[in-house]
């Protein structure tokens, strides 16, 4: 029966792997959240299907949210796309990590025919409790500040040239 289990675990894992990661999420987190269920509380079939179930759902919706730092790009690529010639600034916030940030323009300047302008990028990240000892170490929220120098290439990608 364990070898039974194992063999279709690896076999959900591995057919997962050209997935998108909410199935991903999705499917591992029922897997383990029904195999808990069978081991430490019940070998009914209703509770383990209903724990399956309940780690599905947690877990698609863990693999489906936007990372902090997915947010911090996307504002930064349309901070830069849209800001005025002078200094600007756009703030950003992750509902879910309640993590947020600033990024901050002092303007624009041509390096030859392309566009540069200097960028301060500032992330609060709240921690959470699998973090403990980095809020112990550095406090919540944990800050983290950086500059760059952001240049818009002739095929209008922008990249970080510092």
């Not at 897997?31 to 269920?37: D, I, S």
């Not at 959470?128 to 500059?147: A, C, E």
Request: glycine share 8%; net charge neutral; charged share 15%.
């Amino acid at each position: 029966m364990l070898k039974k289990f194992v063999l279709l675990s690896g076999l959900l894992l591995l057919s997962n792997c050209a997935s998108n990661q909410s199935y991903i999420g999705a499917s591992t987190t029922a897997a383990v959240a029904g195999a808990a269920c069978w081991q430490y509380l019940s070998d009914n079939p209703g509770v383990v299907a209903t724990c399956a179930v309940i780690g599905s759902f947690k877990g698609a919706d863990m693999m489906n949210s936007e990372t902090d730092d997915q947010l911090m790009t996307r504002a930064f690529v349309d901070h830069l796309e849209n800001a005025p010639n002078g200094p600007g600034f756009t703030t950003w916030m992750n509902p879910k990590t309640t993590s947020n940030g600033i990024i901050k323009t002092t303007g624009f300047y041509l390096k030859g025919p392309i566009k540069c302008t200097m960028v301060e990028t500032t992330h609060d990240q709240n921690l959470n409790n699998t973090r403990f000892f980095d809020s112990i170490l550095y406090g919540n929220p944990y800050r983290k500040m950086q500059w760059h120098e952001a240049c818009k290439m002739p095929d209008a990608r922008w990249m970080l040239t510092q």
